[in-house]
């Protein structure tokens, strides 16, 4: 089992940037594909980038491809998204989630992942 717990999150203007991280516990960390998730008020929970085990492949939305990042230090037991440009549109609660999936495919289906952190609010102001 895995404990994640997100931090970062915060108030930016529109056009800059966070820097959104994700300490999990537990020794098989690096075992795990992970993920970020957000949802804004009203709507339902969207996938936003996957990583895999080893940190060599990863995914992304459409609408946060180019300007997001996802990262991980298996050393450190950490994920990382790097956001940039940052829209108002962006502006939801940021979760990150594991799970136990080895297919090299991404996994962008929420029900996919096996556990969650609390998430972390980003408000981009215009």
């Known amino acids: 089992q895995v404990q994640l717990l997100e931090s970062g999150g915060g108030l930016v203007q529109a056009g800059g940037s966070l820097r959104l991280s994700c300490a999990a516990s537990g020794r098989t960390f690096s075992s795990y594909r992970m993920g970020w998730f957000r949802q804004a008020p009203g709507k339902e929970r969207e996938f936003v980038a996957t990583?895999?085990?080893?940190?060599?492949?990863?995914y992304y939305a459409d609408s946060v491809k180019g300007r997001f990042t996802i990262s991980r230090d298996n050393a450190k037991n950490m994920v990382y998204l790097q956001m940039k440009s940052l829209k108002p549109e962006d502006t939801a609660v940021y979760s990150c989630a594991a799970s136990h999936s080895l297919s090299p495919d991404p996994t962008v289906v929420a029900g996919s992942y096996d556990y969650w952190g609390q998430g972390t609010q980003v408000t981009v102001s215009s």
């Open positions: 990583i895999n085990w080893s940190g060599l492949s990863t």
